[in-house]
């Protein structure tokens, strides 16, 4: 007897594994290897989801028409061209599969998002990556090779897991040197959290032309990564497309009631954001003073730099961490063997680590 068997790319695909959630002996830890908001979600959109809950015999409202109408509200931007998904996770798979498949290539930057390789095998298409300068995209590698087959680029910005970023004028430059039928997909799950005046979202290249997208999600200031939202901005052509291939009611009514929610609670949004301006730099400053490199970072995590050999390497931390229930996020999967990145929490939780890594390096 013969198995069914997967289309080419699916069995090439490392599974994504995401950041762990527990440690050994069942402690309550400090999780700090998934980059979710610090101070939880919006108490309105928790409110508002145990209310839908009531209804959850109801099927949710296929176009997310309050919640686009929230999203675009709050960021000026027009709702119908606005598509939600259950998650930034989500749309991304839908667009490469959309436009990307068997001969095609999907260009990404040496640290971008392991879900973008994962994306491209799913689809069939072959994942090639533009090697960085600094731990940063390097707009000139990217634009080398792209050609012909570069049906998709991503551009992670902020980069996760760097925390680096590009300028409006580069991500221009970069769209300018790519090929008019490559699409190209911002994606900004971190936006909120910058505040440099030489950074866009991409907004500007989306309004720009009909083959820039911007990715954007609940799951990191608006900490609602358990309900899986996230949401598209995109030329019509592409908004098109994206409704064609989504399933009719890919969110859940809970999760467009919260992401109201939370579009509408403001106060909140500068909470968590102001908590992250504060506790960033301080982390960042402790790192140093402990003798270890923290890479700049304009997200909410920090990613550092430990000795390649020695006692003092970044899976020793690892180890060393995990036994004081504090779990971060090892990178070795993204070629970053050296790195530890740890999200920005508490200001408690931010101080034990402190006091860990300060106890490790003894």
């Avoid at 991304?92 to 436009?99: E, G, P, T």
């Avoid at 799913?122 to 012909?148: F, H, L, N």
């Avoid at 592409?238 to 399933?247: E, K, M, P, Q, W």
């Avoid at 050296?338 to 860990?356: P, Q, W, Y």
Wanted: charged residues 20%; glycine residues 10%; hydrophobic residues 45%.
């Amino acid at each position: 007897m013969t198995a069914p068997v997967p289309k080419q790319g699916v069995l090439e695909i490392s599974p994504y594994v995401g950041g762990k959630s527990a440690v050994p002996g069942g402690a309550k830890p400090i999780k700090l290897s998934s980059n979710e908001g610090a101070l939880g979600p919006s108490p309105k959109a928790v409110e508002a989801a145990t209310r839908a809950a009531a209804e959850m015999h109801r099927y949710p409202d296929g176009g997310a028409t309050a919640l686009r109408a929230a999203i675009g509200k709050r960021f000026s931007l027009d709702p119908e061209r606005i598509v939600c998904g259950a998650g930034s996770d989500e749309l991304i798979s839908l667009l490469v599969k959309a436009y990307a498949g068997p001969g095609d290539e999907v260009l990404y930057s040496q640290y971008g998002f392991v879900m973008y390789p994962i994306a491209a095998h799913s689809a069939g298409a072959t994942p090639v990556w533009a090697s960085e300068k600094g731990y940063r995209t390097d707009i000139d590698a990217m634009i080398a090779k792209a050609g012909p087959k570069t049906k998709v680029c991503f551009l992670a910005n902020p980069n996760n897991p760097t925390g680096s970023y590009v300028t409006l004028g580069e991500m221009k430059r970069l769209r300018e040197g790519l090929p008019p039928h490559t699409l190209l997909i911002v994606d900004a799950a971190y936006a909120e959290y910058v505040s440099r005046n030489d950074y866009s979202n991409g907004t500007e290249l989306v309004d720009a032309g009909a083959n820039t997208v911007m990715l954007r999600t609940f799951s990191k200031l608006f900490a609602m990564g358990g309900m899986r939202l996230g949401w598209a901005y995109a030329p019509a052509n592409v908004v098109d497309v994206l409704n064609r291939v989504r399933g009719p009611f890919n969110v859940g009514a809970g999760a467009q009631a919260a992401g109201v929610a939370a579009m509408e609670d403001l106060a909140f949004q500068e909470k968590c954001r102001a908590h992250n301006d504060r506790m960033l730099p301080w982390f960042s400053g402790e790192v140093a003073r402990l003798g270890l490199k923290a890479l700049p970072s304009v997200g909410n995590f920090v990613m550092v730099e430990f000795p390649a050999d020695g006692r003092y390497t970044a899976a020793a931390a690892n180890e060393f961490l995990m036994s004081r229930a504090i779990i971060p996020r090892a990178v070795a999967n993204y070629g970053l063997p050296n790195h530890l990145r740890v999200t920005i929490g508490t200001e408690d939780e931010m101080r034990k680590v402190v006091a860990a890594l300060e106890e490790f390096l003894k």
